[in-house]
């Protein structure tokens, strides 16, 4: 088969679309089963495999579930996205895609749910694991490699969640209200870099709602801005069992339900269809999208084949990501480590690895190493090894920090893991806190007491608070690296590899301090964002609150002097060179980030944002130069009342450095310019008062949806509101529980727990088919309606 281009492939899907009737094309818009599209044989028009995503297959031939707790055939499971991230390095990323793309061919997958390339608005969003960055430029530069990275295979990539999901809790029904410069300059921006320069030939709309609308029904995210302002062609899928209303979606674009609804909504489509409210124009674009996804699927098929996925060299990769993605904290010498002399090795982590989060990205590994296996392969079994703590909670005993205490005592140097148990953080609920378990904390203090000569390791996949930072000899965060993390680690730890990472997020001193907080995982239905874009470093260097570790900060194994920064170009299209010279005692890597700096704005900017970087790797003595380009969205900001990108005329500053905080030289350039920026009020600090967000929304702050009366969209926990309806949620919980076969203490229970609780009543009916259709969802509503004697608030 050869391949289409893009108008060949829109005229022959159209041309079958045209070819169907009324209820085949209704039909389409849902998928066939739990992970397939619907097929159209008569037309050769095949069902295609959406498989998660986003850092590993998770392909799933028995059970089915889209929360990770049925068994899937085993793929490499390379380190999670905030590992990737930091390694600042679209190349690796786009390896990764392409090894990612390769497999999924292999297992007949045709497109990949991935990469998620959600903000992290705040580090205690439960699937921050699964992100990039608190950044939307690195977002962007990460996403795009990886999409190009995936269908250079024939596969589709599916970026996802299209958009503002930053949080876990009650993310199936929440509101978010965000302002609309927030909005584009921070949420969205990441998509529209991925979007309008990879092509994702897919895009999941999130489950939440913007500003009043779901995600998959707001005709300004889909019809107008990803559509119509980036030029997206093609296919919208609903996250899994976020659709609310059929039609609504249809109108804004959202092409495909995923998963198979069972014809739920198909009545509901039909009524809208004679109605008016869906036109055929309508019906016919979201069919023909779908139709031509297949085709294209099918394309790559045939241009590829299917050879089998060579998982050695697929696991050698997800080992070089991982160090790559390794971030060196601090160091006082102790690493590389030396060889000479006794190591133990403390934390359960280290022999029970912790080496990605829990939820739909989910991947049963080829292979997995483990930090003490890699250690000893290299020091023997003279290594000392304790376990410190329980991997399950991360909780100490007398005992345990006895033999920990010893073993460090007795040891030339000791290794400590410590981070985040499974239970800790997952998709489905937020974290708490930011805190470390209490006996971990307890572990760091006894063995950095009995020998300071310590380097404590993290794996986790979000910033945790380090008020003993200072403690260790040296501190390394090693993230959710992955199948291959344990051996990726003792590559970095003895000095084969160099820790490549840069912390693509920014670690808080104390998770108070985040204006974010203010407004995080706290209401079931409405999340407001007042702090607009004070996350992250925008928060930290604007308002000069000092984190415990800043955006972009990573140690490598070497030392680079800086020199002759030059900006070359005219207006905004600049290219920024500055040289490198490895000045310390190995070959090693730096990478060069560029913030630019407002100097003269009409408008509250943050103080510095990321516009640019490059890694440069260099031999011992060897100067190299890097050049970083520039262009007119470097400098531009969102102006809300021309709804345009603007770049101001004046002085921006461009600071080159290796953090965001360690800028190692600067140059002021002035920009002429005629665009007129409308003047908007900030708000006076990093948190909006009730009257400044209102003015930067535009409108009065929305009251939050109610949790009473029961509709289609309440969760099934809220029906505990009711005496009747305590009794319903208690069999409900039964029921999924057995029909998931958890057992007692199952890593995955609070987040089946959380899954089902806030599953919206609407995805009942999809759940079930049509066993329990709409018409019963109506009935039962009005029953539970009127028990309104039993409500317990
Ligand atoms: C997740 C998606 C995932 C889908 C299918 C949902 O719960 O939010 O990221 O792709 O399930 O497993």
């Known amino acids: 088969m050869s391949v289409m281009t893009p108008q060949e492939r829109a ?256 009545a509901r489509v039909a009524a809208a269809l004679d109605a008016g409210a869906v036109t055929v124009a309508e019906l016919d674009a979201a069919c023909t999208r779908v139709v031509g996804l297949a085709l294209r699927v099918a394309e790559g098929k045939a241009a590829a084949g299917a050879a089998p996925a060579d998982l050695a060299a697929n696991h050698a990769l997800a080992r070089r990501a991982a160090a790559a993605g390794t971030v060196l904290l601090s160091n006082d010498g102790v690493l590389p480590l ?182 995080f995982s706290a209401h079931p239905t409405q999340v407001q964002y007042r702090e607009g874009p004070w996350v992250g470093y925008r928060f930290h260097d604007t308002f000069g609150v000092a984190p415990r570790f800043c955006f972009g900060h990573g140690l490598g194994y070497t030392s680079f002097a800086w020199s002759d920064l030059s900006v070359e170009g005219d207006g905004t299209d600049l290219t920024v060179r500055v040289t490198l010279t490895n000045t310390g005692s190995r070959a090693g890597s730096e990478v060069v980030q560029l913030y630019v700096h407002d100097v003269t704005s009409s408008l509250r900017r943050p103080e510095q944002e990321l516009k640019g970087f490059a890694r440069i790797r260099l031999e011992l003595g060897e100067a190299g130069q890097v050049a970083i380009g520039l262009d007119r969205r470097s400098f531009a900001v969102y102006d809300v009342a021309t709804a345009a990108w603007l770049v101001e005329a004046g002085e921006y500053e461009l600071r080159v450095g290796a953090s965001s905080r360690d800028l190692r030289a600067s140059a002021v350039v002035t920009v002429a310019s005629d665009d007129v920026v409308t003047p908007v009020a900030a708000p006076a600090g990093p948190l909006a008062s009730d009257a400044e967000f209102a003015a930067l929304l535009g409108h009065p702050v929305p009251t939050a949806p109610p949790l009473w009366p029961l509709t289609e969209d309440s969760a099934i926990g809220d029906l505990r509101q009711t005496w009747l309806g305590r009794r319903l949620y208690a069999l409900a919980n039964l029921v999924a529980g057995r029909r998931l076969a958890l057992d007692e203490g199952d890593a995955n229970g609070p987040m089946m727990e959380a899954a089902l609780a806030e599953m919206p009543l609407r995805g009942v009916v999809a759940y079930t088919g049509r066993r329990f259709g709409f018409t019963h969802l109506q009935a039962a509503l009005a029953v539970l309606n009127r028990a309104t004697i039993r409500r317990r608030r």
């Open 11 to 266: 005229a022959r899907a159209s041309q079958i679309v045209s070819g169907l009737s009324r209820t085949q094309k209704i039909g389409l818009l849902s998928g066939a089963d739990f992970w397939h599209t619907t097929a159209l044989p008569q037309h050769g028009i095949g069902a295609v495999h959406l498989s998660d995503g986003p850092h590993g297959l998770r392909v799933q031939d028995g059970a089915v579930d889209h929360v990770g707790q049925a068994a899937s055939v085993p793929a490499t499971c390379f380190p999670t996205a905030v590992t990737l991230a930091s390694a600042w390095d679209p190349d690796l990323l786009a390896e990764v895609g392409a090894a990612l793309g390769r497999e999924a061919r292999a297992l007949g997958v045709g497109v990949v749910l991935g990469p998620g390339m959600n903000i992290k608005r705040h580090p205690g969003g439960g699937r921050s694991f699964e992100y990039f960055s608190e950044d939307p430029f690195l977002t962007g530069a990460c996403a795009t490699a990886m999409v190009r990275g995936i269908q250079s295979e024939g596969v589709g990539a599916c970026v996802k969640h299209f958009a503002v999901n930053n949080q876990e809790s009650n993310r199936m029904r929440l509101d978010t209200i965000v302002d609309p410069r927030t909005l584009r300059e921070l949420y969205l921006a990441g998509f529209e870099t991925a979007v309008t320069r990879a092509a994702p030939w897919a895009v999941m709309s999130a489950y939440n709602l913007v500003n009043g609308e779901h995600a998959g029904e707001s005709r300004t995210l889909l019809a107008g801005i990803l559509r119509g302002e980036w030029g997206f062609d093609g296919l919208v899928v609903s996250d899994w069992f976020a659709v609310a209303d059929r039609p609504a979606g249809l109108r804004a674009g959202l092409d495909l339900e995923m998963p198979s609804s069972s014809g739920a909504w198909d």
């Open 338 to 519: 030396s060889g000479e002399g006794t190591i133990a090795v403390i934390g359960a982590f280290a022999r029970t690895p912790r080496y990605q989060g829990a939820g739909s990205s989910l991947v049963n590994p080829t292979r997995l190493d483990t930090l003490l296996d890699a250690m000893r392969e290299r020091h023997g079994e003279t290594l000392a090894w304790a376990p410190g703590y329980d991997p399950d909670t991360g909780a100490t005993s007398v005992d345990l920090l006895a033999q920990a205490r010893a073993a460090a005592a007795a040891a030339d140097v000791v290794v400590l893991v410590v981070g985040l148990p499974a239970r800790a953080e997952s998709e489905g609920y937020d974290r708490p806190h930011l805190r470390l378990p209490v006996g971990q904390e307890t572990l760091v203090q006894v063995v950095t007491d009995a020998n300071p000569r310590t380097v404590v390791v993290l794996v986790n996949g979000a910033p945790v608070e380090l008020g003993w930072a200072d403690r260790p000899a040296a501190l390394v965060e090693a993230y959710l690296g992955g199948q291959a993390g344990g051996s990726a680690l003792a590559d970095v730890l003895c000095g084969d590899a160099e820790p490549g990472g840069r912390l693509a997020e920014s670690f808080p001193v104390a998770g108070e301090e985040l204006p974010a907080s203010a407004n």
